[in-house]
Every structure is written in structure tokens, then in C-alpha cells.
């Protein structure tokens, strides 16, 4: 005994009036001598709970990486034409690509280390020779200054690049 005037949906997309036929469908004297307004509370908590069963029954997938996973590529490939070839094709480019830019960074990297490595040799070596000249020419403490100033510079920024190049290390481990 059905009433469809005025059951509206539950909020969850759920029509109360569907609910409530399918339980008298099993049991035909459930709602029997139930008021109208107790009815409706007790459709609308019978629906609340098919809305948590159904958010709890429902899968949850989670998938990282390059490639989706085999049934859904399975899926790209009813759907596209060639959908999966398509794809492995994407993914094999793709690496390539990132194996290309990860080789010419690292030869970009070396290349910078080296010419700084020339660079502060030919900075210290002058700042060096630089300091003996002015001391062979009477001039010890300018000399001396130069010579040291220099000298202790090198060393420290090699000791500060060799200190930041193990810290980068741990972090990245």
C-alpha cells in the first residue's frame, strides 16, 4: 500500500517510494498501522544505511606510474582503435624523452664542475703567484696578504662545496 504523493528521495538519490516497495514486496504487513511520519523516518534511515553500505562496498583503486593498469589498457582498447599500442607507445616515448634530458643534464652538470674547478685554480694560482711576486719585490706583507688571502680562499671553498655535495647526498638517500 504504496503512497507516491509526497515521498521525495532521501538526498542520496535514493527514492524513498522504490525503497519502500521493495520492502513491502518482501514483507507485505511491514508498515501496517505505522504512521504516515514514523514511516518516512524509518525509510529514510533504511536508505542512509544503503548509502553507507554502498560507499564502503564500493572499490577503491589507487595506481601510480606510466602505464595504466593491464584491464584498464584492455578497456583503451575496445574503446580507441589500437588504444593500448597507443599507449605503450606514449609511455615508451615519454621515457626516452626523460632519458635524453636526464643524460644531457648530468653531462651539463660535469661540464660546470670541471670548468669551476679550472676556473678557481686559475683564480688561486694567480692570487698565489701574485703574493711571492709582491714579496720578491719588498713588498712581504702585501705579498703575504695576497698569497694567504688566496690560498685560504680556495681551500675553504673547496671544503664548503665537498660539505654542501655530502649534505645533497644524504638528502637524496
Known amino acids: 500500500m504504496s503512497q507516491e504523493k509526497n515521498q521525495p528521495e532521501d538526498g542520496n538519490g535514493n527514492d524513498l517510494n522504490k525503497i519502500e ?5 518482501a514483507n507485505p504487513t511491514l508498515f501496517k498501522g505505522v504512521p504516515e ?4 523516518e524509518i525509510l529514510r534511515l533504511f536508505s542512509m544505511k544503503l548509502s553507507v ?28 582503435p589500437n588504444g593500448a599500442d597507443r599507449i605503450m607507445t606514449m609511455a615508451e616515448k615519454q621515457q626516452d624523452h626523460r632519458m635524453a634530458l636526464e643524460t644531457k643534464a648530468i653531462g651539463e652538470q660535469l661540464s660546470q664542475s670541471k670548468r669551476g674547478q679550472n676556473f678557481g685554480l686559475t683564480i688561486g694560482l694567480t ?12 713588498h712581504e706583507w702585501s705579498g703575504a696578504f695576497l698569497g694567504g688571502g688566496g690560498l ?7 671544503v664548503i662545496g665537498k660539505n654542501k655535495q655530502s649534505k645533497s647526498l644524504q638528502d637524496k638517500s
Not at 685560504?152 to 673547496?158: D, K, R
Open 127 to 138: 692570487a698565489i703567484l701574485g703574493g711571492v711576486a709582491c714579496i720578491l719585490l719588498g
Open 53 to 80: 553500505e554502498q560507499i564502503i562496498e564500493r572499490k577503491i583503486t589507487s595506481h601510480q606510474g606510466p602505464l595504466p593498469q593491464w584491464e584498464d589498457l584492455e578497456k583503451y582498447g575496445k574503446i580507441i
Open 37 to 40: 511520519p514514523k514511516k518516512t
Open 152 to 158: 685560504t680562499g680556495l681551500v675553504s671553498v673547496f
Open 21 to 25: 516497495q521493495q520492502l513491502i514486496k
